[in-house]
C-alpha cells in the first residue's frame, strides 16, 4: 500500500507517519513541499505519487485567529480537503480526513454520537464542518479527534516533540510552574499514537466509508486530565482551577465536547481510555527527561 500523508511533520502526521511505514510505502510532503491551497499543484502531487491512500494531516488550528482569518481558515480547513478529495477520486485513492469536537455547540450532556447534528459556534468550527463535508467526494474516512496531545516534529532541547495543550501543561508541570486548567470545560482527550493506530485499523479492515469519532474512550474536566497527569508524572505540581467563563477568548468553545467511540466499537476497534493514554504519554516524557 502507498500513502500519501500532506502536513507531514505536524503533531498527527508525525505519529501517522511511524505507523503507516510499517504498512508500506509512506510519502510524506510537508506545507512548504505542497501547498494544499493550490488545486492543480495538488491534483499533480496526487498523480506523481498515485497512492492508494492520502492521509491529509494538515490543519489552520488557530481556533481564535481564524475569527480575523477566516479566508486562511476555509482555504486549508475547507478547500483543500475538496481539492485532495478530488484528486482522490481521480486515481480511486481513499481519502482520510481528521476533523474536530468543535463542530459540536457543547450543549449536549452525554458524548456526542456521529449522527448527531453538529452546530459550530465559530469560524474554525464552519471551517472544519465544511471540510467535512467537502471530503466526501471521494471514497473517505472522516475521524473527528479532539484534545490532541503527544507527537510532531518540533522539540524542546529534551528532544521531546511539542505541539498542544497537554505537553503545555506537562511542561509546566515538570518547569515547577502555575497550570490553570478548566473546571468545567468536559473533553475526551485524543493520544496521537492511538489516532494513528485507529486509522491503520479502519484501513487494514476495510470498514465502510463515513464519518468516526476517534478520542480516548471516557471523558473528564480539563482540571481532572491534569490532577492525573501530574500523579502520572510523579511531579509536584501547582494547579489552579478556572472556569470557563473566566477566560477571555475571541472564539467560543464548546462546554461539553465528549465524543462516543461506539461506531469504532463495532468495528472492534477499541479505543484505549484517556488515563490509559495519559499514562503511557507520562511514561514516555519522563524516559525523555
Known amino acids: 500500500m502507498t500513502v500519501l500523508l500532506t502536513g507531514a511533520g505536524g503533531q498527527l502526521a508525525y505519529a501517522i507517519q511511524r505507523r503507516m511505514q510499517a504498512t508500506g510505502r509512506v510519502v510524506g510532503l510537508t506545507r512548504r ?3 494544499l491551497r493550490r488545486d492543480a499543484e495538488v491534483l499533480d502531487a496526487v498523480r506523481s505519487v498515485m497512492p492508494d491512500v492520502i492521509i491529509n494531516g494538515a490543519a489552520y488550528n488557530d481556533v481564535d485567529g481564524a475569527e480575523d482569518d477566516p479566508v486562511t ?3 486549508v480547513n ?3 480537503v475538496r481539492s485532495l478529495a478530488r484528486a482522490a477520486a481521480a486515481v480511486d485513492a481513499t481519502l482520510v480526513h481528521f476533523s474536530t469536537d468543535f463542530v459540536f455547540d457543547g450543549t449536549a450532556n452525554q458524548p456526542y454520537r456521529e449522527d448527531m447534528s453538529p452546530n459550530p459556534q465559530s469560524v474554525y468550527a464552519m471551517s472544519k464542518l465544511v471540510g467535512e463535508w467537502f471530503a466526501c467526494e471521494s471514497k473517505h474516512y472522516v475521524l473527528r479527534v479532539e484534545s490532541l496531545f503527544g507527537g510532531g516534529q ?9 505541539g498542544s495543550s497537554l505537553d503545555r501543561i506537562a511542561d509546566a508541570i515538570l518547569d515547577g510552574r502555575e497550570v490553570r486548567a478548566f473546571s468545567d470545560r468536559i473533553v475526551s482527550p485524543s493520544y496521537v ?3 494513528a493506530d485507529a486509522t491503520a ?4 479492515v476495510s470498514a465502510p466509508f463515513g464519518l468516526y469519532h476517534c478520542v480516548g474512550s471516557g471523558m473528564a474536566t480539563w482540571l481532572e486530565v491534569t490532577t492525573e497527569l501530574a500523579a502520572r508524572l510523579d511531579h509536584p505540581a501547582r494547579i489552579t482551577p478556572v472556569p470557563m467563563d473566566s477566560v477571555p ?7 461539553f465536547c465528549a ?3 461506539s461506531k469504532l466499537e463495532r468495528l472492534g476497534i477499541v479505543m484505549p481510555t484517556w488515563q490509559d493514554a495519559v499514562i503511557r504519554y507520562a511514561a514516555a516524557r519522563r524516559a525523555s527527561a
Open 33 to 35: 513541499e505542497l501547498d
Open 73 to 75: 481558515a476555509l482555504a
Open 78 to 80: 475547507a478547500f483543500a
Open 154 to 162: 518540533q522539540t524542546h532541547a529534551d528532544g521531546w516533540p511539542r
Open 193 to 195: 499514537d492511538d489516532v
Open 201 to 204: 485499523a479502519l484501513l487494514s
Open 249 to 255: 477568548m475571541r472564539a467560543p468553545r464548546p462546554r
Open 259 to 261: 465524543l462516543s467511540n
